[in-house]
């Protein structure tokens, strides 16, 4: 399998690590090599099975359109899109390749996500919500897409007219963290994932990806990561 990963930043050069680590043919573009699409015109998508995307909400649907015209799979970790999701789809569709997309695409947090789930159950009992997220200074985007995740996975669950609040913070160095808090008048509930680094996120892209290879249609991993 010949892979593009865009993005050579934190996570994009981790995914490229740990594609070569599964023997996987692996191209890196960051940001100087894409100007203007550079990297994703016809001819150097030619060889190319997949297409792994971890850069910015900035440019993230120029590179989705740019692959996805080109009849290329895609695996998109970037977050902060998604107001498009539905038009991507779309698009997705109508050129009939494959498409996987994840907030975030740890097992650990898409067990955390089925947790969440149950969890909801506490709405219809008294129990109002909140959901925090921490992540490092720099991050574009908030909340995170995982923490909007959450958020609609117990709102759909739950049923209650208003989704919970989110509460963002960006500090220093953190990977990622999510917590749900619960309370009633006569206690708490807490649940947290706390990622001790960008390996989960990194392995899942490489998984999702080699599962993608040779299927069409439109993916959310946390609808496929058992199979992989
Ligand atoms: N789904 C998940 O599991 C998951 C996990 C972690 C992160 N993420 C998301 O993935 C994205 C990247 O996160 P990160 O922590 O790796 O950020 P990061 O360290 O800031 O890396 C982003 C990289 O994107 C590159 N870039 C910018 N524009 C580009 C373009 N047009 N073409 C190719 N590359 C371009 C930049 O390259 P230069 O360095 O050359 O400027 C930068 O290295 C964020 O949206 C984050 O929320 C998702």
Not at 28 to 43: H, I, M, Q, V, W
């Amino acid at each position: 399998m010949e892979l593009l990963i865009l993005g050579r930043g934190k996570t994009g050069s981790l995914v490229a690590e740990i594609a070569r680590q599964r023997r996987q043919k692996v191209r890196l573009a960051g940001a100087a090599d894409n100007a203007g699409g550079a990297a994703l015109t016809p001819e150097k998508l030619r060889d190319v099975d997949i297409v792994i995307d971890f850069t910015t909400p900035h440019c993230v649907i120029g590179n989705i359109e740019a692959c996805v015209r080109a009849g290329k799979n895609m695996v998109v970790g970037t977050t902060g899109w998604y107001a498009q999701l539905d038009r991507i789809k779309e698009l997705v569709r109508a050129h009939e390749t494959g498409f996987l997309y994840a907030p975030n695409f740890s097992i650990g947090v898409n067990l955390f996500l089925e947790i969440a789930r149950s969890a909801a159950a506490s709405l219809k009992y008294n129990y109002s919500g909140q959901i925090f997220e921490r992540h490092y200074a720099q991050k574009k985007d908030a909340p995170s897409g995982t923490a909007i995740a959450i958020q609609k996975i117990m709102h759909q669950a739950s049923g209650t007219p208003e989704p919970l609040e989110i509460t963002s913070f960006r500090e220093g160095e953190v990977v990622g963290m999510h917590e749900v808090v619960l309370e009633s008048p006569a206690d708490r509930i807490y649940l947290c994932h706390d990622a001790k680094s960008r390996l989960g996120f990194a392995e899942g892209a490489v998984r999702a990806a080699e599962w993608l290879i040779g299927k069409k249609g439109f993916y959310d991993f946390k609808d496929v990561w058992r199979e992989l």
